[in-house]
């Protein structure tokens, strides 16, 4: 974790984690700060099994799960914002979906660490 993360404040370590993350990523931050440490790891756990069998609309849908409708909807237009770009191949939109995956994989793990104090 890096140290920038935990100056002298007031805030909670996930407090800290949050407020440094790009601000595209705060809102599924926000989803996972309402889960147990161990509905996170399930949820990662089946997020990641989704998706190397293949299942990347389930994997996806666990990714962005929680997440407030204005919120959703505004991943969902940078994510068709991307795909337009792109030219919607499948290679493009199998690489943007992999994207909103590892990084709600990413952002968990890193509540995690920020609980367990690492």
């Known amino acids: 974790m890096n140290p920038k993360y935990y100056k002298s404040t007031n805030m909670s370590k996930v407090d800290q984690v949050i407020a440094a993350m790009p601000?595209?990523?705060?809102p599924l931050a926000?989803?996972?700060?309402?889960?147990t440490s161990a509905q996170i790891t399930d949820r990662?756990?089946?997020?990641?099994?989704?998706?190397?069998n293949g299942a990347f609309g389930e994997s996806l849908k666990l990714a962005v799960?929680?997440?407030?409708?204005?919120d959703l909807l505004a991943l969902l237009d940078?994510?068709?914002?991307?795909?337009?770009?792109?030219s919607q191949s499948k290679s493009d939109y199998n690489a943007t979906i992999k994207t909103v995956i590892l990084d709600s994989v990413i952002v968990g793990l890193d509540i995690l660490m920020a609980r367990a104090g690492v």
Not at 23 to 26: G, M, N, Q, Y
Not at 30 to 35: I, K, M, V, Y
Not at 44 to 52: D, G, H, K, N
Not at 78 to 86: E, G, M, Q, S
Request: glycine fraction near 2%; charge should be neutral; charged fraction near 30%.
């Open 23 to 26: 601000d595209e990523l705060k």
């Open 30 to 35: 926000e989803t996972f700060r309402a889960e």
């Open 44 to 52: 990662i756990r089946a997020m990641t099994e989704a998706y190397l």
């Open 65 to 70: 799960k929680g997440m407030a409708t204005a």
């Open 78 to 86: 940078a994510v068709n914002a991307k795909l337009t770009a792109a």
